[in-house]
């Protein structure tokens, strides 16, 4: 048996979604090469939205798709709870076909399995924030009294106690986001999907309801698909990030993974201003001792400061500015490499020049 | 008749007896009224109801009730301007008063009907852009079509009185209804009916719960323009011997009897009025209304704050 933590919660397997009549006949042109994007716009009338997008996401997993407009991020997440249908490809939610469910079947899944947030918020104009965060619960005809208790539970936990009774338009939109969380946790999901939920935010307020939403979703360790057209924010929340243009999936990897080995120019141009100073870890920039050894001579490592292989660029910094000896790593008391102060620069760079011993001056 | 045929004048050569055509549909109906009675009968006994319980209310009791009920739906202000209306209609004449009440028996009846018929119409219209389509000539005509037109044969099948007064106006006052219904449905903001979705709703609650609540200020603007075009069809309906405001007017212009013109014509504005507040104020968003509930306020909260305080 698979552990929880191993077993794909979310699993999408080549799916595509193509906006026109025409469609299969589109995704024919486009897997055999004959069209351009282009092409297919004009001489068969459709868009492609989504281009076979194959990922899966562990239990208890963030996983961030970051794009920018028009990319097909909003799209291929509405396929994972089904408000699209997809072209063609099939997305399996613990194992079973989300396309194959009848509509009851459906309902239940989204109502009891998927809580969703919306960058728009979406909240219901005509319901005071605990019917709307009682939403899912109502629909499933929960009685009056377990409504009003989980409800409240949900809003305790995005900090909004004492507003239950106040309508979406009284409150503030980074409140009315607050709501919108609450409501997509009320119903006790497997399954967050956060379409782009802190976008519309000003900076101030998105950082504390990135915040929040961290601290919850280490609380109730929440299956977490992730939308955001930043970077920045795609590295502070998710544990893995796909890169997504123009509807194909560029590049899927951890952040460091993306930041440190971009797949093409497009992800290189956008890590490109990314700070590498809490990304990138001891192990990625150190050298063997050995070669050190050979450039300098063996040295008494006794006065140098010592790090763990996981610590970020960040700590060695800390560590360097005050000695003037390089940085030794150390894994369970064994050395297992060595950072010098021009590797440590060249990592804060994001260049990766450690492959070959070079010759230093200190 | 004609030997040739002539090409510059091709219609004056032809005829289809469409007249004819259409006066044997009537001879068919009426030699077949049975048919209809049911229908007429179930009319008769909503507008008879309705006229009953309007008259036998004295009408000081009345003019007290219509002003709480503006006073509820449309705040204090309106209320007051109910009262003087409604005072102003009632001491026109002695018998102005109860005139009104058979005027206002008829426009509720006609705008229930419409209710029960328009609101689905328009919900399946706002729903489906094939429906929307269909219906919009249909309402095209009724709307544009001149009232006597179809009052010939509606009375031919049913025949004078108040029946055929409430069928011609629901023909007159019913497309607005269907019309703005089905506007404020597709102006529901698609976000929040697809959030609801994605929250497991099904067709039904996504109507009952989120599109109709926020469609209703779109839907009582509809509501209020029915009742303003039912009232605006009783003068014409009067020519079919329905009683009340309408038929004065239409006496004082057979008799040239400018009092009783002024009459019937004050009254029917007055009844506009009041009415036409009363429905605006039903409109009103919850934003507007400070998001208390309706029981919360006017004179309902005044004796629901007797009984119970809100935590």
């Not at chain 1, 009003?148 to 986001?177: C, F, H, N, T």
């Not at chain 2, 002003?67 to 409604?86: D, M, P, S, T, Y």
Request: with cysteine; net charge neutral; glycine share 8%.
């Amino acid at each position: 048996m698979k552990t929880q933590s191993e077993e794909a919660v979310i699993r999408c397997d080549g799916v595509w979604k193509v906006f026109g009549a025409n469609a299969k006949k589109a995704i024919k042109a486009i897997t055999s090469g004959e069209m351009t994007k282009v092409e297919i716009r004009d001489k068969l009338d459709c868009v492609v939205g989504v281009r076979d997008a194959s990922f899966s996401v562990a239990r208890g997993e963030i996983f961030c798709i970051m794009g920018l407009s028009g990319s097909g991020k909003s799209t291929l997440i509405r396929h994972i709870n089904r408000l699209i249908e997809p072209t063609a490809g099939a997305i399996y939610i613990e194992g079973r076909n989300v396309n194959a469910m009848g509509a009851s079947e459906l309902r239940q899944l989204r109502a009891e399995k998927i809580g969703m947030v919306f960058q728009n918020m979406a909240l219901m104009p005509h319901r005071n924030v605990r019917d709307n965060v009682a939403f899912a619960l109502e629909v499933r005809g929960a009685p009056e009294e377990k409504r009003r208790k989980v409800a409240q539970d949900a809003i305790d936990a995005v900090e909004l106690s004492g507003w239950e009774l106040k309508y979406p338009d009284e409150l503030s939109g980074g409140m009315q986001q607050r709501v919108g969380l609450a409501r997509a946790i009320a119903a006790d999901p497997t399954i967050l999907l956060m379409d782009e939920p802190f976008s519309a935010l000003d900076p101030l307020i998105r950082r504390q309801l990135q915040g929040t939403f961290m601290q919850l979703s280490a609380e109730l360790h929440k299956t977490t698909v992730f939308i955001t057209h930043d970077l920045e924010e795609a590295i502070r929340i998710g544990d893995r990030i796909a890169i997504m243009k123009d509807g194909v999936l560029v590049q899927v990897g951890t952040p460091e993974e993306i930041v440190t080995r971009p797949a093409d120019d497009y992800v290189a141009e956008f890590v490109a201003g990314i700070s590498k100073l809490d990304l990138v870890t001891a192990a990625r920039i150190m050298q063997p001792l050995a070669w050190y050894q050979q450039a300098h001579g063996s040295a008494n490592t006794a006065a140098w400061p010592v790090a763990a292989p996981t610590d970020k660029l960040n700590t060695l910094v800390d560590l360097a500015v005050g000695t003037e000896h390089p940085i030794l790593i150390a894994a369970d008391g064994v050395t297992v490499g060595v950072v010098t102060k021009s590797a440590l620069l060249r990592g804060i760079q994001g260049r990766e020049d450690i492959a070959q011993p070079l010759p230093e001056v200190i | 008749m004609e030997t040739s045929f002539n090409w510059l004048d091709p219609f004056g050569s032809i005829n289809l007896n469409i007249g004819e055509w259409a006066d044997g549909i009537k001879g068919w109906a009426m030699s077949n009224r049975p048919l209809i009675q049911p229908i007429k009968s179930f009319f008769e006994t909503i507008i008879q109801s309705i006229e009953g319980a309007l008259q036998t209310v004295p009408p000081l009791i009345m003019l007290i009730l219509l002003v709480l009920i503006a006073w509820q739906a449309a705040g204090r202000r309106v209320a007051l301007l109910v009262l003087v209306c409604l005072t102003v209609l009632g001491l026109l004449d002695p018998t102005a008063w109860s005139l009104a009440m058979t005027t206002l028996a008829i426009v509720i009846s006609s705008v229930l009907i419409c209710v029960l018929i328009g609101l689905p119409l328009g919900v399946l219209a706002g729903k489906s852009d094939g429906f929307e389509q269909a219906m919009r000539p249909g309402l095209d005509t009724m709307q544009t079509i001149p009232a006597f037109v179809y009052l010939v044969p509606v009375v031919m099948l049913i025949g004078i009185g108040n029946v055929s007064g409430v069928i011609v106006t629901i023909i007159f006052a019913l497309p607005p209804l269907v019309r703005l219904t089905s506007l404020g449905i597709r102006n529901v903001n698609p976000h929040v009916v697809e959030a609801a979705r994605a929250f497991g709703a099904t067709p039904r609650q996504i109507l009952f719960k989120v599109e109709l609540p926020l469609a209703t200020p779109t839907i009582l603007a509809g509501l209020n323009q029915t009742i303003m075009l039912s009232l605006s069809m009783v003068v014409i309906a009067s020519m079919i011997s329905v009683r009340g405001l309408g038929n004065e007017v239409l006496r004082a212009m057979g008799r040239l009897d400018a009092g009783k013109a002024i009459v019937g014509g004050l009254g029917i504005v007055m009844l506009a009025i009041v009415l036409d507040r009363i429905t605006q104020g039903l409109g009103r968003s919850g934003r507007d209304r400070g998001h208390r509930p309706w029981w919360q306020t006017g004179p309902v909260g005044l004796i629901a704050n007797l009984f119970y305080k809100p935590a």
